[in-house]
T-cell receptor, first 115, second 114 residues
Framework: DAGVIQSPRHEVTEMGQEVTLRCKPI?????LFWYRQTMMRGLELLIY????????DSGMPEDRFSAKMPNASFSTLKIQPSEPRDSAVYFC?????????????FGPGTRLTVL | KQEVTQIPAALSVPEGENLVLNCSFT??????LQWFRQDPGKGLTSLLL?????REQTSGRLNASLDKSSGRSTLYIAASQPGDSATYLC?????????????FGSGTRLLVRP
C-alpha cells in the first residue's frame, strides 16, 4: 500500500479564496482523521470519520471549515473563505480498530499558506 | 482534560550517546501511547505503540516504556546516530468521550552531532 496520500503537498492562496485539501486513506482503514499543525498550537485534531460518517468535529475552528468523506477512499477538507491565520500544515491520518489497537498512520501533509 | 507534556523541548547530543526523551500525561485513563518521529517538512512516522496493559515496547535501538499510574513514558534511543535527528512526538489515546482522539505533546527536537 502507498500509505496515506494527500494533495496538494503545497498550496499558496490569497485571503478570501476557497481552499480544498484532499486525502486518500490506506485501503481497509475505517477511521480517518484531519489534523492541523502550527508552531503555536502544535498538532490539533480537527475532525474524524468512522465508516465515512463524521463522528467528532469539535476541533473544527469555525464555520469556514468543512470536511466530507463521500466514500471509503476519499476525503476533503475545505476552507471558505480562507484567512492568513489558517496558514498551517494539514495532516490526514487513517487507522483501523481491532479491540483497543488503533495505530494511526499519517500522510505527508499539505502546507497551506494564505497571503 | 488530557494534557501531554514533553521535556526537554530540544536536545543536542554527540553521536553514539544513549539518550532518553520524556513524555508525561495528566489523565491515566488511556488506551495506548504512541511515539512518532517527524522530519522537517515531512509527515509523522509511527515508531512504537504501547497498549495501556503493556510496560514497554522495543524496536531496534528504540525502547519505549509506559508507567500509566504515574502518567509517564520514556523513549530510550541507544547509540544515537546523526540520522536520528528529528522531532519526536508522543501522543496518548484516551478513554471515554475522547476515546478515538490522539492528544499530542509539543515534541522534543533532537540533534545528533557527528
Amino acid at each position: 500500500d502507498a500509505g496515506v496520500i494527500q494533495s496538494p503537498r503545497h498550496e499558496v492562496t490569497e485571503m478570501g479564496q476557497e481552499v480544498t485539501l484532499r486525502c486518500k486513506p490506506i485501503s481497509g482503514h475505517d477511521y480517518l482523521f484531519w489534523y492541523r499543525q502550527t508552531m503555536m498550537r502544535g498538532l490539533e485534531l480537527l475532525i474524524y470519520f468512522n465508516n465515512n460518517v463524521p463522528i467528532d468535529d469539535s476541533g473544527m475552528p469555525e464555520d469556514r471549515f468543512s470536511a466530507k468523506m463521500p466514500n471509503a477512499s476519499f476525503s476533503t477538507l475545505k476552507i471558505q473563505p480562507s484567512e492568513p491565520r489558517d496558514s498551517a500544515v494539514y495532516f490526514c491520518a487513517s487507522s483501523f480498530m481491532l479491540g483497543s489497537y488503533n495505530e494511526q498512520f499519517f500522510g505527508p501533509g499539505t502546507r497551506l499558506t494564505v497571503l | 482534560k488530557q494534557e501531554v507534556t514533553q521535556i526537554p523541548a530540544a536536545l543536542s547530543v554527540p553521536e553514539g550517546e544513549n539518550l532518553v526523551l520524556n513524555c508525561s500525561f495528566t489523565d491515566s485513563a488511556i488506551y495506548n501511547l504512541q511515539w512518532f518521529r517527524q522530519d522537517p517538512g515531512k509527515g509523522l512516522t509511527s515508531l512504537l505503540l504501547i497498549q495501556s496493559s503493556q510496560r514497554e515496547q522495543t524496536s531496534g535501538r528504540l525502547n519505549a516504556s509506559l508507567d500509566k499510574s504515574s502518567g509517564r513514558s520514556t523513549l530510550y534511543i541507544a547509540a544515537s546516530q546523526p540520522g536520528d535527528s528529528a522531532t519526536y512526538l508522543c501522543a496518548v489515546k484516551g478513554k471515554g468521550d475522547s476515546s478515538y482522539k490522539l492528544i499530542f505533546g509539543s515534541g522534543t527536537r533532537l540533534l545528533v552531532r557527528p
